[in-house]
């Protein structure tokens, strides 16, 4: 089994930043591929970012591509989301997923899907508005 905790999420202006965490346990965290997905009110859950066990591939989203960072530490079984330049357009709940599939590097539809992920969290709030 594997749990999931997401923390960082708050209320920010437009313009600024937030970085979530999202904190792993219950299994060897490196054997993880990691994601963030989001929805916002109304809308249905969507990709923002994913990145393999050893960080070498990552995935983004077109609308964050060049605002939003993926990272992770497998010594403390953690993956992060710096957001920088939010926008309104990024309000939504964040959820961090996992699954200990085998995802090629180059399946890009795999990596985004959320039907790929046996492991979810709870999610965290990010609301961006003056």
């Known amino acids: 089994q594997v749990q999931l905790v997401e923390s960082g999420g708050g209320l920010v202006q437009p313009g600024g930043s937030l970085r979530l965490s999202c904190k792993a346990s219950?299994?060897?965290?490196?054997?993880?591929?990691m994601a963030w997905f989001r929805q916002a009110p109304g809308k249905e859950r969507e990709f923002v970012a994913s990145i393999s066990w050893s960080g070498n591939t990552v995935y983004y989203t077109r609308s964050v591509k060049g605002r939003f960072t993926v990272s992770r530490s497998n010594s403390q079984n953690t993956v992060d989301l710096q957001m920088y330049s939010l926008e309104p357009e990024d309000t939504a709940v964040y959820y961090c997923a996992a699954d200990l599939g085998v995802f090629s590097d180059y399946d890009e539809g795999t990596w985004m899907s959320d039907g790929s992920y046996a492991y979810w969290g709870q999610g965290t709030q990010v609301t961006v508005s003056s």
């Open positions: 219950g299994r060897p965290f490196s054997n993880y591929a």
